[in-house]
């Protein structure tokens, strides 16, 4: 199947700098490996190749390098980090994270984050030892904070494993298409989007990291898409009918602060008449039209109002937009060195859920990515001039677009915040019988406060979010409701058939319904983390995934490595 990629269509003039690739060798496992050229292009070998940068690729990259592996980790733009970075989106998480319910190395990545600002930030006294500084002090997060700290973190901690020639890093580069030989993957062969190069990855390993599961109909692999029929599944919430084109909406992320007595209107957008007064249309009402300060509450679908103030004032009644993903609070810093907030907008006015992105052709793929972007711009220029102000105004002209937040001449995310990709048919399939609280609940015989999730015995790792899916490409308006603490199956990250080939992002076994708590920042980390580990053990083996799985002794074994790594595989819940 045809490589799908919007990023391509725009590389040629986007001014991104592609890392000089350096060839990777451990000394000891590869010392036989050598880099060739063919007539199809260079080639390069590794243990393992990790198709995708975002926050799933740099886990198992990361998981990998700890273990021994040498590593080729490709991305197509030139920031890695995916969500936490390129998406600009600060990290969605639980209330115990900073005790338990993810990985060390996930925990130790927020601690540098919080670093990071104290060494080269003026924080005010009382936030300077503070290990919960929460830089933006926004609503939704408890370390929101600007896209490129992620970055510079991540970079560091990949910067010892590059100088020692462990890990290749190939930026600004795409995936075109794989060589498959029964059932496994031989190699990948990718492109650099400024250069033209085209590089050959060989490995005995592959992760597929992409944000929409690209690698899985290249290699093969067997997938699905969409939403699931009742009958299929039998979860309390899914759908009567399948619609494989049923994905939840994407979002075009922005940054942008507030300058009073200052005018930074953009110009008005091709779309913004068509987006100022369009109301969704979908299977339960949405409360109005898009581009006002309403929504549908997501748990009752009835109007749930919002507020916007710049200024950053809480508002009694309603949640003030500004501060539910800001980034800075000028508040934390020292007087005078910030004129104002700096946020990030990912609100429900700019979820894009015109059409669906998933297997559809470049051309479908670029006009939504597109429209995205138009829808996002719209909400900026409506709450520049047309918002409503609490003095009876309309609009916010100081509001000005932070292009350097996001390291883009449109000020636009550099990616889509992509919710809900191509999905493994994998050994074992998550449902809402594992997680859902009411399901629980009643499979158990309890309370839903009594209830607990699904134990899997081949757990390998934690994570929690309630199930929360965006309105939705098929016409579903918000699905969320409560989910419970839950674990990892390693069953869920191994296909059905193909042997050396693994989901790191959001391509893993679960339904439309459970993805909706299993796409998070820190669930992705630890999805990542544990493969990055389990290609090693699997190496030390020689054996198949599908064979070590029936393994009960052997998945023991596995989870021995990962606990003894910082990787929490059951939730203490006495501690809870």
Same mark, same amino acid.
């Given at each position: ?41 260079? !080639?390069?070998?590794?243990? /393992? %190749? ?8 740099? $886990?198992?990259? *990361? #998981? ?97 494993? !590059?100088?020692?020639?462990? /890990? %290749? ?8 298409? $794989?060589?498959? *030989? #029964? ?394």
């Amino acid at each position: 199947m045809k490589r799908r990629n919007f990023l391509a269509n725009v590389a040629a003039g986007s001014g991104l700098v592609v890392l000089n690739p350096i060839y990777a060798s451990n000394g000891k496992k590869n010392t036989e490996k050598v880099n060739s050229i063919n007539k199809e292009g260079k !080639i390069l070998n590794a243990d /393992l %190749v990790i198709i995708g940068g975002g926050t799933g690729g740099c $886990a198992t990259a *990361l #998981g990998a390098l700890r273990n021994g592996l040498t590593v080729i980790m490709t991305e197509e733009t030139d920031w890695i980090g995916g969500q936490l970075t390129q998406q600009g989106v600060p990290p969605d998480e639980h209330k115990w994270i900073n005790d338990f319910g993810a990985t060390a190395l996930y925990r130790e990545f927020r601690k540098k984050v919080r670093t990071y600002y104290r060494d080269n930030y003026p924080l005010k006294a009382e936030f300077a030892e503070n290990e919960r500084f929460n830089p933006g002090n926004a609503s939704v997060s408890e370390i929101s904070h600007e896209p490129k700290v992620s970055l510079r973190v991540l970079e560091t901690m990949f910067d010892p494993y !590059i100088s020692a020639g462990k /890990l %290749v890093l190939l930026k600004e580069t795409v995936a075109l298409k $794989a060589s498959v *030989l #029964g059932n496994k993957v031989q190699s990948v062969s990718v492109k650099t989007l400024s250069s033209g190069e085209i590089w050959n990855l060989v490995a005995p390993y592959f992760a597929d990291a992409t944000e929409l599961g690209d690698l899985l109909p290249m290699t093969g692999t067997e997938y699905v898409c969409g939403a699931e029929a009742k009958s299929d599944t039998g979860e309390l919430h899914a759908a009567e009918i399948a619609d494989p084109t049923n994905n939840q909406a994407f979002t075009v992320c922005f940054a942008m602060d507030y300058r009073p007595n200052e005018d930074w209107t953009i110009n008005k957008p091709e779309e913004y008449m068509f987006w100022r007064d369009f109301t969704p249309e979908m299977k339960t009402p949405w409360a109005g039209k898009l581009l006002e300060l309403n929504y549908s509450n997501p748990r009752t679908l009835l109007p749930k109002n919002l507020g916007f103030d710049p200024r950053g004032n809480h508002m009694k009644e309603v949640l003030n937009l500004w501060i539910y993903r800001r980034i800075l609070a000028k508040d934390n810093f020292e007087d005078g060195f910030l004129s104002g907030d700096i946020t990030l907008v990912n609100y429900p006015q700019n979820d894009y859920f015109l059409g669906n992105i998933v297997d559809v052709s470049d051309n479908e793929l670029k006009h939504h990515i597109n429209r995205a972007k138009q829808l996002s711009l719209s909400l900026l220029y409506w709450l520049q001039t047309e918002a409503p102000r609490s003095d009876g105004g309309k609009g916010w002209p100081g509001i000005r677009l932070r292009h350097d937040v996001m390291g883009t001449n449109d000020g636009l995310a550099k990616y889509p915040y992509i919710r809900e990709a191509r999905r493994i048919k994998p050994l074992f399939r998550i449902t809402e019988h594992h997680v859902g609280a009411t399901q629980r609940a009643t499979i158990q015989g309890v309370s839903e406060a009594e209830a607990r999730a699904k134990n899997f015995e081949d757990s390998v790792g934690l994570g929690y979010y309630h199930i929360d899916l965006h309105p939705s490409s098929g016409g579903d308006n918000y699905i969320d409701f409560s989910s419970l603490p839950f674990q990892i199956p390693l069953g869920a990250l191994i296909p059905e058939r193909m042997e050396n080939i693994f989901p790191v992002n959001k391509n893993i076994g679960t339904t439309h319904l459970t993805n909706g708590c299993y796409r998070l920042h820190p669930v992705e980390w630890s999805i990542g983390e544990a493969i990055g580990m389990f290609v090693p053990f699997l190496m030390g083996t020689g054996r198949s995934p599908q064979e070590v799985y029936k393994d009960a002794a052997a998945v023991r074994k596995f989870q021995s490595l990962i606990r003894s790594q910082g990787v929490d595989t059951h939730w203490p819940y006495e501690k809870m």
